[in-house]
């Protein structure tokens, strides 16, 4: 599904350059569970955001699904983005002025799906996470757990290959957070492949990998078996 080469990322002021990637080769298969780790400013969501293609990296390649993305243009990768790649913050990302319903129904209408289907998959999203019953909430009116329950439904709402997710546990309480990787490792044995950035050890024992940064570089790899 994924592979890196090389991969490498720069961010340049008139005074410094900052290397925030240096030589990623990672592969990742379908299906598969990966965590990112490694400290604060190793790399992890700037990596995260070219495997969402949301950036392009400075040099280096990356395939996704055997098509060479790191040279595209935006319309490109948001062309590519569309109903493949489900994102899923640790700040949720969810829109204040719309409801529930309508931030989950939002890829959808991006991608033109038809109002009867539409409806269908937003609700069974909505059933999936527990939370019809806030359909017509908006955001300030949830918990946290119950804005991150959105937020996932409305990455899984598309049928994406891929869900990223960045922290997806970094605001919420133990027993919200529990829930929310219960909830990712079920969509992950449904076929679902899942990256994941974390700091959390407990976290990251849900995926089958954990690939660990440091200074933009893949130091280790472990595998649960």
């Known amino acids: 599904m994924i592979q890196t080469l090389n991969l490498q990322k720069l961010f340049a002021t008139e005074e410094v350059e900052t290397t925030a990637l240096n030589g990623i080769n990672m592969e990742v298969k379908d299906g598969e569970f990966v965590a990112i780790m490694g400290p604060s400013g190793c790399g992890k969501s700037t990596l995260l955001n070219i495997l969402g293609l949301l950036d392009n990296p400075s040099d280096g390649e990356y395939n996704f699904y055997g098509t060479a993305v790191a040279n595209m243009t935006e319309r490109q990768r948001a062309q590519l983005r569309k109903g493949s790649i489900g994102f899923v913050f640790q700040s949720f990302n969810l829109i204040d002025e719309l409801t529930v319903y309508e931030n989950v129904e939002l890829p959808l209408l991006y991608l033109k799906t038809p109002a009867d289907e539409r409806k269908s998959r937003v609700e069974t999203a909505l059933e999936r996470m527990g939370i019809m019953h806030r359909r017509n909430h908006f955001p300030q009116q949830l918990s946290g757990g ?11 709402v598309a049928k994406p290959k891929l ?5 997806p546990t970094g605001n919420l309480d133990s027993k919200n957070g529990e829930e929310v990787m219960k909830v990712l490792s079920e969509l992950n044995d449904e076929g679902t492949t899942i990256i994941m950035v974390t700091h959390s050890p407990y976290d990251a024992g849900f995926a089958h990998r954990i690939v660990n940064l440091f200074d933009g570089k893949v130091v280790t790899e472990n595998f649960h078996v």
Do not use: G
Not at 146 to 156: K, W
Not at 163 to 167: G, S
């Open 146 to 156: 119950q804005q991150q329950r959105t937020a996932i439904a409305r990455a899984v």
């Open 163 to 167: 869900i990223l997710a960045d922290e």
